[in-house]
C-alpha cells in the first residue's frame, strides 16, 4: 500500500515538474526548420513551390519531400537528409539546373522603362530605381532566383553568369591549356 | 619589454619545424650589379597588384602621361595607386591578361611608350626622421608601394597600425631557388635599405629592427653590416638565419628570430610584430627621401633558357615577353616552355607572355620543359608531415582533398596552408599536393563565401518581408483612420467646416443666380454689367475727346472704329516700311490701333525671346498693353489645347458688351483677313452690326472662318452662336486665331514704341480678363 503510495506522489512530483518545464523551457518556433533552413542556399526562388526558403524549411520539417531545391541541387540534399537522418533522395525533376555557375540578373539598360515591376518581385531588394527611371541590379546582392524576369514587360532582364576573377578563381590549373607532349621514346 | 624581445636583441634564434633544403641554384646567377631594362613599346598596368581593392582610375582614353605619373588614385591605404612607367600615350583601359596563375583577364591601363622618359616632377623629399608620421604614411601611400616579398599587402595600411609594433622584421632571407632579387637589391643598395628600414621604424615606433639574411648570402650580408656600421643605431641589428626554406615565409622568420609561433588566422601584427620585405624597405627609401612612385623593381632572369642569369630594373608594366627578348631568350612559342614567375617552388607558370611584370613578381624563371610524370598514388610513406613548417598532415589533406571532403580538409587546416611546396618537393610519388590544396582552398573559400551570401540574402529577404509588412499595416492604419473621418463627418451634421463652406458657397450662389424658363440656374450679373455699361459710355466720351483731332474717325461706333483698325492693320502689313518710318498716324488715328501694332511688336519680340525692352520696360509691365496681351493671347492658346468652347463659356457673362472684347475680335479677324487679302468681307459685314459689336463681331469673325480652309471651321460656326451672349468665347478664339497666325507669319516689323504707353483702357480690360480667367483656370485645375 505504501508503494502505490509512493510511485503515486512521485509521479505526481514529476508530471508537475514536466510539467512546468514545458511551459517554462517552450522553445520558440521549430528548432528543425531553422536548421533546414540554414542549410538552404536563401535564394528565395520559389521554385520548390513555397515563397521562400523559410516556408520550405518550415515545409520540409512538416513532412515535404526534400528534393525541390533547385539552387541546392544535390550538395543541399544530402545535408538535408544527414541533418534529417534519412537517405538522399533524387533531386526532383522540378528542380534540375540547366546549367552550372552562379547567375546573376543584369538589366539592358537600353530596354528598361522604368516600370518598378522587377523591384517589385525581387525578394531581397537587390534592384535599384524608381518610376520611370532606369533600374539596375546590385550584383553583388542577386540571388539570380529569376523572379524578375518574368515580370519584366519589355524583357530587358537577363541572367548572366558571375565573371571569374582572380580573387573567385577555382585553381583548376587544369582548364587552362596544358600542352600534352609525347614522350619520346628510347 | 616582453621575453622573446629581450631574446631577440640579444640574438638567439629559433627553428621552426620541418622544412627543406632544395638546390638554390643562385651560384651563377650575377647579383653584383642591377641591370637596366628598358620599358617595352606598350606598357601594361594592371591597377591591382595587391592585396586589397583597386584604386579609381584618374586618367582616360587618349590622355598623355609622364613616367611615374599616376594612373589611379584612392583615398583608402587598402587600395595604393599604379603609376606610368614611361611617358607616352594611354591607348586602352581594358582588361588584359594578367601576371597570375589563372591568367585571366583584369582590368589594366595601357600606355603606349613613346620612348622620350620625360618624367614628372619628384616630389619634395621628405626628411628621414620627419616628425609627421602621416606625411610619410600618406607618401608611402600615394607612391603606391605595396609589399614586394610576394603577397602584396599595401604598406600604408601594414605601417599604419594603431597596435604598438615591438619589433620590426625586415625580411631578407629569400629562400626560393633562383631568386635573387632582394640578394642583389642588398648588395648594391645597402645604405638606402638601412634607411628605408629607419624610416620604416621610424613611423612604426617598433623599438628594435632586425634584417634576417639567409646565410647563403655572404656579399649582402656584408654590404648591408657596413651599411648598418655607417648608420650605428643600436636597434637596427642584423640577423644571419640559417639556409632552409622556407625561412623566407613571414610566419617562419617570426619563428626564427623570436621563437613565436603566430596562431593559425593572426596577423603577425597582433603579437607586435611588422615584417617587411627588404625591396620594400628600398621603396619606401625611394618614395620618402627621393619622391619616386614604385615603378620599377628588381627582376631575376634565370633558367635554362637564359644566357647570363641577371637581375635587372624592370619598368612594372613590361610585358614578360619583352624581357626575354631583351635578354635574347628564345620566344616561348618557339620551346615548348613557359616561363615561371617567381621561383621554382612557389611560383606559376605563365599563361600568357603579353602579362606584365607587376609589383610583386620577384623572378621569371625560363626553363626547359621538364616532362611530369604521372602522379602516383600516396604510399603513406609521411616525408610530408615532416617537411611541413606549419605541423599539417599532407597526407590526410591529400585524401580530403581527392574526394573532395572539405569539411574535414578543414578539420585539417588546409586553410593554414601557406603552400610552400615542401611537401610536395619531398613527395617519393610526385603528387602535385600544393595543386590539390590549391583547389581545396578555392572551393572552401567559395564555399563561405557562398555561405556568407545566403547569410545575407535571408538578412536582407527577412528586412524586405518586415518592410512590406509594416507598409501594409500603415495603409490599413490610414484606410481605417479615414474611415473613421468620414463616419465623423457624417455623424456630426453641423460640426463639418468643409460641409458648411460648401452650403455657404451654394448659398450665395443661389442668392446671386436667377432661373432660366427651361429651369436651368445662371448667376445674376446685372449689376455688373450696369458697371460695364457706365464705364463703357464713359470711355466712349474719352474716345470722342482724343478723336476729334483725327480726320476720318469722327465716327463713334466702335463697329466702325473696328474696320478703321482692319484697315490700318492692312495697311501697316503692306507698307511696313511706311508705317515704320512714320507711325506718328496710327498713333493720332486711334489708340486701339496703337496698340494692336504695339501688340504686334511685343509678339515679335516674344517669340524671339528678347528680354532687352529698353523703352517699353519704363512703364512695367503690369500696365504695358501689349506684353499683356501677349500673356492674353497664350493664355488663350493654351485654353484651345483643351475644351474650347466650354471653358470660356463659363467666364462668358462677366465680358457681355464688353467693346474691348469686340475690338479685341475685330483687330484678330482683320489679322486674319490681311494674312489672306480679304478685308473688303469684313468692311461689308461691318454696317450690318452696327448696333450690337460684339454680335458684329461675331458674325465676321465667323465668316472669315469660313473663308479660311481649315477643318476648324464647323465648331468656329457653332460657337458663333454662342458667342451672340458670350463675347468671351469669341475673344478667346480670336485670341487663339491671332496666336497661330503669330506662329506662322512673322512679317509685322516692330514699330517704334512710341504708342505703346499709351493707356487703351479696352486693353487694360482685356489683360484683366485674361488674368481672371487664368486664376479662374488654376483654381478649376486645384
Not at chain 2, 48 to 67: F, N
Not at chain 2, 496 to 511: E, G, P
Request: aromatic content about 4%; proline content about 6%.
Amino acid at each position: 500500500m505504501s508503494a502505490l503510495f509512493a510511485l503515486t506522489a512521485l509521479a505526481l512530483i514529476f508530471g508537475a515538474i514536466l510539467g512546468y518545464a514545458a511551459i517554462r523551457f517552450r522553445v520558440e518556433g521549430n528548432p528543425l526548420a531553422d536548421e533546414i533552413e540554414a542549410i538552404l542556399p536563401q535564394t528565395q526562388c520559389a521554385q520548390c513551390g513555397h515563397p521562400g526558403c523559410k516556408p520550405y524549411a518550415k515545409a520540409i520539417a512538416n513532412g515535404e519531400a526534400f528534393n525541390k531545391c533547385a539552387p541546392g541541387g544535390e550538395e543541399t540534399i544530402i545535408e538535408i537528409a544527414n541533418l534529417l537522418g534519412v537517405e538522399p533522395i533524387a533531386l526532383a525533376e522540378s528542380a534540375h539546373k540547366e546549367e552550372d555557375g552562379k547567375m546573376v540578373a543584369f538589366i539592358v539598360e537600353d530596354a528598361c522603362i522604368g516600370c518598378t515591376k522587377c523591384i517589385q518581385a525581387c525578394p531581397v531588394d537587390a534592384i535599384l530605381g524608381s518610376n520611370k527611371k532606369m533600374h539596375t541590379v546590385i550584383a553583388k546582392e542577386c540571388t539570380g532566383c529569376e523572379l524578375c524576369v518574368a515580370p519584366c514587360p519589355t524583357d530587358c532582364i537577363e541572367m548572366r553568369p558571375v565573371a571569374t576573377t582572380p580573387s573567385n578563381w577555382d585553381w583548376k590549373l587544369q582548364q587552362i591549356d596544358v600542352r600534352i607532349v609525347e614522350e619520346d621514346q628510347p | 619589454m616582453n621575453n622573446w624581445l629581450e631574446n631577440a636583441k640579444v640574438g638567439i634564434l629559433h627553428r621552426f619545424r620541418g622544412g627543406v633544403h632544395p638546390q638554390t641554384h643562385k651560384s651563377n646567377i650575377d647579383t653584383s650589379q642591377v641591370y637596366q631594362l628598358t620599358c617595352s613599346d606598350e606598357c601594361v598596368v594592371a591597377l591591382q597588384q595587391h592585396i586589397g581593392s583597386p584604386a579609381k582610375v584618374i586618367v582616360a582614353i587618349g590622355d598623355t602621361v609622364l613616367k611615374g605619373q599616376a594612373l589611379s588614385q584612392s583615398l583608402l591605404f587598402q587600395s595604393p595607386p599604379v603609376h606610368s612607367p614611361c611617358s607616352g600615350v594611354i591607348t586602352a583601359i581594358e582588361k588584359r591578361p594578367s601576371t597570375h596563375a589563372s591568367g585571366l583577364d583584369v582590368m589594366s591601363v595601357v600606355i603606349t611608350n613613346d620612348h622620350q622618359y620625360n618624367s614628372v616632377q619628384a616630389q619634395p623629399a621628405l626628411s628621414i626622421l620627419d616628425e609627421n608620421v602621416e606625411t610619410i604614411i600618406q607618401r608611402i601611400h600615394d607612391c603606391g608601394i605595396s609589399g614586394m616579398g610576394g603577397a602584396g599587402f599595401p604598406t600604408a595600411i601594414k605601417i599604419n597600425q594603431s597596435k604598438d609594433i615591438d619589433l620590426l622584421l625586415i625580411n631578407g632571407a629569400e629562400c626560393e631557388p633562383y631568386i635573387t632579387a632582394d640578394s642583389s637589391l642588398m648588395q648594391n643598395y645597402a645604405n638606402d635599405i638601412v634607411s628605408g628600414v629607419q624610416i620604416i621604424k621610424h613611423c612604426s615606433t617598433a623599438s628594435l629592427a632586425l634584417i634576417a639574411i639567409e646565410d647563403d648570402k655572404p656579399k649582402a650580408i656584408a654590404a648591408i653590416r657596413s651599411a648598418l656600421d655607417a648608420v650605428k643605431d643600436p636597434n637596427i641589428e642584423l640577423r644571419v638565419v640559417p639556409t632552409k626554406y622556407p625561412s623566407g615565409g613571414e610566419k617562419q622568420l617570426i619563428q626564427i628570430v623570436s621563437g613565436i609561433e603566430i596562431s593559425a588566422g593572426m596577423p603577425p601584427i597582433a603579437q607586435g610584430i611588422l615584417v617587411q620585405n627588404v625591396g620594400t624597405a628600398y621603396s619606401v627609401f625611394q618614395a620618402v627621401v627621393h619622391g619616386k612612385p614604385l615603378i620599377e623593381r628588381v627582376v631575376t632572369l634565370a633558367g635554362d633558357y637564359v644566357e647570363q642569369a641577371r637581375n635587372f630594373w624592370v619598368p612594372i608594366g613590361t610585358s614578360i615577353e619583352s624581357l626575354l627578348q631583351q635578354n635574347g631568350c628564345p620566344s616561348p612559342s618557339q620551346t615548348l616552355s613557359r616561363p615561371i614567375v617567381g621561383g621554382a617552388m612557389m611560383g606559376f607558370m605563365l599563361n600568357d607572355c603579353q602579362a606584365p611584370v607587376t609589383k610583386t613578381s620577384n623572378c621569371i624563371l625560363y626553363n626547359e620543359a621538364k616532362v611530369i610524370k604521372p602522379a602516383q598514388a600516396c604510399i603513406r610513406c609521411g616525408e610530408c608531415a615532416q617537411v611541413c613548417p606549419i605541423g599539417l598532415l599532407p597526407q590526410q589533406l591529400h585524401w580530403y582533398s581527392q574526394s573532395k571532403d572539405l569539411e574535414k580538409a578543414k578539420q585539417y587546416q588546409v586553410m593554414d596552408c601557406i603552400e610552400c611546396g615542401a611537401c610536395a618537393f619531398v613527395c617519393p610519388s610526385e603528387i602535385p599536393l600544393v595543386q590539390e590544396y590549391r583547389e581545396t582552398k578555392a572551393a572552401i573559400r567559395l564555399q563561405v563565401q557562398a555561405k556568407l551570401d545566403a547569410e545575407r540574402a535571408k538578412m536582407r529577404h527577412e528586412n524586405r518581408q518586415q518592410r512590406l509588412e509594416q507598409e501594409k499595416e500603415a495603409r490599413k492604419k490610414q484606410h481605417q483612420l479615414a474611415a473613421k473621418r468620414r463616419q465623423e463627418a457624417a455623424d456630426s451634421s453641423d460640426g463639418d467646416a468643409v460641409a458648411a463652406a460648401l452650403a455657404r458657397v451654394k448659398s450665395q450662389q443661389q442668392a446671386k443666380a436667377k432661373t432660366l424658363d427651361n429651369g436651368e440656374l445662371v448667376p445674376d450679373n446685372q449689376a455688373a454689367i450696369e458697371a460695364r455699361k457706365a464705364k463703357k459710355a464713359e470711355r466712349l466720351a474719352a474716345k470722342n475727346t482724343q478723336q476729334t483731332s483725327g480726320d476720318s474717325q469722327a465716327d463713334l461706333d466702335p463697329v466702325a472704329g473696328a474696320i478703321a483698325r482692319a484697315k490700318a492693320k492692312k495697311q501697316q502689313a503692306n507698307i511696313e516700311s511706311h508705317v515704320a518710318k512714320d507711325p506718328r498716324p496710327s498713333k493720332s488715328q486711334n489708340p486701339a490701333v496703337a496698340a494692336a501694332i504695339a501688340r504686334a511688336k511685343a509678339k515679335k519680340q516674344q517669340g524671339n525671346e528678347e528680354v532687352q525692352e529698353p523703352e517699353t520696360s519704363a512703364p512695367s509691365t503690369k500696365q504695358n498693353p501689349a506684353v499683356a496681351a501677349a500673356i492674353a493671347r497664350a493664355k488663350a492658346k493654351k485654353q484651345q489645347g483643351n475644351e474650347e468652347v466650354q471653358d470660356p463659356e463659363t467666364s462668358a457673362p462677366s465680358t457681355k458688351q464688353n467693346p474691348a472684347v469686340a475690338a479685341a475680335i475685330a483687330r484678330a479677324k482683320a489679322k486674319k483677313q490681311q494674312a489672306s487679302a480679304e478685308v473688303q468681307e469684313t468692311e461689308a459685314s461691318a454696317p450690318t452690326t452696327k448696333q450690337n459689336p460684339a454680335i458684329a463681331a461675331a458674325i465676321a469673325r465667323a465668316k472669315a472662318k469660313k473663308q479660311q480652309a481649315s477643318a476648324e471651321v464647323q465648331e468656329t460656326e457653332a460657337s458663333a452662336p454662342s458667342t451672340k451672349q458670350n463675347p468671351a468665347v469669341a475673344a478667346a478664339i480670336a485670341r487663339a486665331k491671332a496666336k497661330k497666325q503669330q506662329t506662322s507669319s512673322d512679317d509685322q516689323k516692330p514699330q517704334p514704341s512710341k504708342p505703346k504707353p499709351i493707356q487703351n483702357p479696352a486693353v487694360a480690360a482685356a489683360i484683366a480678363r485674361a488674368k481672371a480667367k487664368k486664376q479662374e483656370k488654376e483654381a478649376q485645375n486645384d
